[in-house]
T-cell receptor, first 113, second 114 residues
Framework: KQEVTQIPAALSVPEGENLVLNCSFT??????LQWFRQDPGKGLTSLLL?????REQTSGRLNASLDKSSGRSTLYIAASQPGDSATYLC????????????FGTGTLLAVQP | GAGVSQTPSNKVTEKGKYVELRCDPI?????LYWYRQSLGQGPEFLIY????????DSGLPNDRFFAVRPEGSVSTLKIQRTERGDSAVYLC????????????FGPGTRLTVL
């Protein structure tokens, strides 16, 4: 059974700092991996999607990497801003026909001004 | 519409009652998903529709939970004989086709069973 773990569970950094969020998964037979952002009381916003054949994806100040063989992904946020404060979730999509996502429990990020 | 919408945004009910939660996906999206998110946890998959049919309902916790998508667009998640443990945020997502596509999530319905 696929399990997704995110470390740390919570992180507080001063504004301007670069930071890394970690995601690990137990079964490397994934189709893709996706990073989401969730703001309090709101749904999820997709940030980056990495296909299993890719090593990384970049969008603005965000860079996500994927090492499928070791079951790891990282989300790098450059020059953090208070507006980046949110919960960050990673999710893997298992292979096969179901297309369902298996989520981690998230990292709660607070960027202090 | 511009995004996935869900109604109601909040639902409070009493133990044993029946509830329906509605999801309007992005227009033209053929795939639709329901997830449940308990406090402090990541979303947990419930069911996936491809068009009108449930392609995978393996995440439904028991037979009190049922979902339909009769015309391949709007979906309704139905919960019978609600229990306090059903309290959670129910999230709906849609994607254009399946496999390679990003899932876009709605804001969720917060269900509280008293």
């Amino acid at each position: 059974k696929q399990e997704v773990t995110q470390i740390p569970a919570a992180l507080s950094v001063p504004e301007g700092e670069n930071l890394v969020l970690n995601c690990s998964f137990t079964d490397s037979a994934i189709y893709n991996l996706q990073w989401f952002r969730q703001d309090p009381g709101k749904g999820l916003t997709s940030l980056l999607l990495i296909q299993s054949s890719q090593r990384e994806q970049t969008s603005g100040r965000l860079n996500a990497s994927l090492d499928k063989s070791s079951g790891r992904s990282t989300l790098y946020i450059a020059a953090s801003q208070p507006g980046d404060s949110a919960t960050y979730l990673c999710a893997v999509r298992e292979g096969g026909a179901t297309n369902k996502l298996i989520f981690g429990t998230g990292t709660l990020l607070a960027v202090q001004p | 519409g511009a995004g996935v919408s869900q109604t109601p945004s909040n639902k409070v009910t009493e133990k044993g009652k029946y509830v329906e939660l509605r999801c309007d996906p992005i227009s033209g999206h053929t795939a639709l998903y329901w997830y449940r998110q308990s406090l402090g946890q990541g979303p947990e998959f419930l069911i996936y529709f491809q068009g009108t049919g449930a392609a995978d309902d393996s995440g439904l916790p028991n037979d009190r939970f049922f979902a339909v998508r009769p015309e391949g667009s709007v979906s309704t998640l139905k919960i019978q004989r609600t229990e306090r443990g059903d309290s959670a945020v129910y999230l709906c997502a849609s994607s254009l086709r399946d496999f390679t596509d990003t899932q876009y999530f709605g804001p969720g319905t917060r269900l509280t069973v008293l």
